[in-house]
Nanobody, 116 residues
Framework: QVQLVESGGGLVQPGGSLRLSCAAS????????MRWFRQAPGKQRDLVAF???????NYVDSVKGRFTISRDNAKNTVYLQMNSLKPEDTAVYYC??????????WGQGTQVIVSS
């Protein structure tokens, strides 16, 4: 069982920045990929970005150039740095991990609100 603890959400004005963190209860080295999803009210949960153990990253087109996913292996933590935030980025953001045994785990979610 992998537990994920997310933090860093909040209220920010358009153009502002936030950094989300997701701390895993196991070594990142036992994780194949760490992913961030988001779910806006009334919408489905969508993938935002992921990073593999090998360091490969990928982003949905709408956040490319604004969001950066990274990880700290020593802290078993993945981050999502979000810059130039827009109102359409408002959502609950969820951390997700896929282990090397293909198991899937979710964090509790952290709310991000972009509003003036």
């Amino acid at each position: 069982q992998v537990q994920l603890v997310e933090s860093g959400g909040g209220l920010v004005q358009p153009g502002g920045s936030l950094r989300l963190s997701c701390a895993a209860s196991v070594s990142i080295l036992s994780i194949y990929a760490m992913r961030w999803f988001r779910q806006a009210p009334g919408k489905q949960r969508d993938l935002v970005a992921f990073i593999t153990t090998g360091g490969s990253t990928n982003y949905v087109d709408s956040v490319k150039g604004r969001f950066t996913i990274s990880r700290d292996n020593a802290k078993n933590t993945v981050y999502l740095q979000m810059n130039s935030l827009k109102p359409e980025d408002t959502a609950v953001y969820y951390c997700n991990v896929v282990t090397t045994t293909a198991s899937n785990y979710w964090g509790q979610g952290t709310q991000v609100i972009v509003s003036s």
